[in-house]
């Protein structure tokens, strides 16, 4: 059965979403990723024009998915409601590791100096940030505070570390109780 160019384009970011997550921007190979789809490397770079652009598609789509998973979690729900909702969700999602690699791998090709990466990983940061803000309807500390613990989240995960018996990995895997956010407050955040 032939595929749509939009068949084929998803089928194409599922496949390298799942080697980038592995590999990265500079260890994944778009031979592989045509290879896996049945398709030529010549018909990727069609689709998707350069193989940092294929990257930057499938970092987007990680952090897309996040956002959209939290909002949907939330619901109509604003403020600390809001937040332990899309936790919950949050952690839920620590069991999607390709998701949760993407953005680490998209931040760590960032950081490795490569502007055009880091300022779509930025706007991609970005939408996801603002999304949590917008629903949550909270100041920028809490905002911030919660990001934050999942982005720890996501390193526990990179590092797997639920299968390191250790005291510092139990405590680095502490769960996030409903009322952390409760104390702060405009007052404890000048």
């Known amino acids: 059965m032939r595929m749509t160019g939009r068949e084929r384009r998803e089928q194409i970011l599922g496949i390298a979403e799942e080697e980038f997550a592995t590999a990265g921007l500079y260890g994944a190979s778009t031979e592989t990723i045509a290879r896996r789809a049945g398709i030529t ?8 024009g350069t193989k940092k652009q294929l990257f930057l598609a499938c970092v987007d789509a990680a952090f897309g998915r996040m956002a959209l998973a939290m909002l949907a979690a ?3 729900s604003s403020g600390i409601e809001a937040l332990t909702a899309m936790g919950q969700e949050y952690n839920d999602m620590l069991a999607d590791r390709t998701t949760l690699l993407l953005q680490l791998q998209g931040t760590a090709a960032a950081a490795a100096g490569d502007g ?9 940061f970005a939408r996801l940030w603002q999304a949590v803000a917008d629903t949550a309807q909270l100041d920028p500390v809490t905002i911030k505070s919660f990001l934050a613990f999942g982005m720890l989240l996501n390193t526990n995960a990179a590092l797997d570390l639920s299968q390191v018996d250790e005291s510092w990995s139990q405590q680095a895997r502490t769960r996030i109780k409903p009322g952390l956010f409760n104390h702060i407050t405009t007052e404890t955040n000048r």
Do not use: I, P, T
């Not at 490397?41 to 069609?46: I, N, P, S």
């Not at 055009?116 to 991609?124: F, L, M, P, T, Y």
């Open 41 to 48: 490397q010549a018909y990727v770079f069609r689709l998707f």
């Open 74 to 76: 939330a619901g109509g």
């Open 116 to 124: 055009e990466v880091r300022d779509a990983v930025r706007a991609s």
